[in-house]
């Protein structure tokens, strides 16, 4: 089947810097990828949709300048959470969907981000 | 937004049947997805439904009822490895994808 890669799986910042996530789809092209936020004991909630070549859509309550999204190429969203705090501690999770098979949503392995 | 419920927790013996429901309401409808997920790792695609009747695939299957707004996902002969959170995800319209907020499903001996 097909494979998202994200890397890191876990990164530990300090406070007050930014941290960039990868998701990279490895034999498919995604045009649209998705970020996922999950914390502890709760279920995964949308964060953007992400899309080739042009601006990312977030949704409601979800800082843009703060969570950046840049979809360059059609095998990599890239998510930066800049000047992290530790609420933001959390597991983000991105997906993407290769447009020539809807029957499937992969997933990345998750980032593991403890801000510090 | 998306309203998607399924029951918090569930607990059944090795070896038997459980049964998880998911109940849905969704601006649009391309599909409704069940994802199993350990603690600390990511979802792992079970299975996809997108016309109304049951997907089987070995001990795991899956319904959906369109009109109902309504799937379950059927877990048989557990193992104690079937142990997890178990989540319903329905694509809206605009195909994002919307998650409930999961089952725990504990497997006892």
């Known amino acids: 089947g097909a494979v998202v890669s994200q890397h890191p799986s876990r990164v530990i910042c300090k406070s007050g810097t930014s941290v960039k996530i990868e998701c990279r789809s490895l034999d498919f092209q995604a045009t649209t990828m998705f970020w996922y936020r999950q914390f502890p004991k709760q279920s995964l909630m949308l964060m953007a949709t992400s899309n080739e070549g042009s601006k990312a859509t977030y949704e409601q309550g979800v800082e843009k300048d703060k969570f950046l999204i840049n979809h360059a190429s059609l095998t990599l969203s890239t998510l930066t959470v800049t000047s992290a705090h530790p609420e933001d501690s959390s597991f983000y999770i991105c997906?993407?969907?290769?447009?020539?098979?809807?029957?499937?949503?992969?997933f990345g392995q998750g980032t593991r981000l403890t801000v510090v | 937004g998306q309203n998607i419920d399924q029951p918090t927790e569930m607990t059944a013996t090795e070896g038997a049947i459980v049964q998880i429901n998911c109940t849905y309401q969704t601006s649009g409808f391309n599909g409704l997805f069940w994802y199993q997920q350990h603690a600390g790792e990511a979802p792992t695609f079970l299975s996809y439904n997108v016309l109304d009747g049951l997907e089987e695939k070995g001990r795991f299957s899956s319904f959906l009822s369109r009109s109902k707004g309504y799937s379950y996902l059927l877990l048989k002969e557990l193992q104690m490895k079937d142990s997890a959170s178990y989540l319903c995800a329905v694509r809206d319209g605009d195909y994002k994808l919307s998650f409930g907020a999961g089952t725990t499903v504990t497997v006892r001996a």
């Open positions: 997906s993407a969907s290769n447009v020539d098979s809807w029957t499937e949503a992969f």
